[in-house]
């Protein structure tokens, strides 16, 4: 797969970091939180590595859904000099739990998605070039193809454009808002991306490794649909069979894809 193809040293998508019960009894054990801090630092590395972030834009974070324990990027630290004992730790109310660097300026959209979308565990944002491009277009990705359906089930939805209320008021907060409210009739499970209108992609997944990875994956089918539509502006969207056969395959309790 991709994955193993493009980056043999990412972190396993299985949650293998986290230690015994003893140690996530107690929140302040600095074990777990300096295995968040780890898997929140391989992952932000990957953003650039995969060419999905210019200068600073972009960010991951990963959540201990034991604790409730955030850790995220620091704010406007460049990725050649970000550390691990860098990432900033958090609970669900933005309080504070470690770390002395301000966390990223996206941090209340990271924090109201983990509060939205209770199964998943981590969250990348970036500019991506193809992604961003339908999120300026204000249109979703159709699915127009397999490579699309392994990952995505259905089109990758866009946001309604946010008003200058919300715009001016808690920003990057009512920024979850839009993609909660954008997600009312979607399961986060299935379409585990969104593009929020005239900004850029969120992606999620259940590991900082995986996260990365759909973030990916985005893009990719993002510069696919985008060459397709250029090629055929009335491409189809692939069949309802195809979708399912790709995605269930992969995805899922009738999962038999892979090893
Ligand atoms: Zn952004």
Redesign the pocket.
Known sequence: MMQQKSSPTLPSSKPTLYPPLKIRDNPSTPMLHRALQEECYEANLWLPRHNLVDLT?GNVSVIDRETGVIAIKPSGVDYAVLKPENIVLLDLDGNPVAGSLKPSS?TPTHRRLFQAFPTIRSIV?T?SRHAVSFAQAGQPIPCLGTTHADYFYGEVPVTRPMTADEIRGEYEWETGNVIVERFVKLDPEQVNAVLVHG??PFAWGNSGAKAVENALALEIIAEMAWKTLSLNPSAPSLSQALIDKHFLRKHGSTAYYGQ
């Open positions: 834009f996206d944002h500019h900004h850029g």
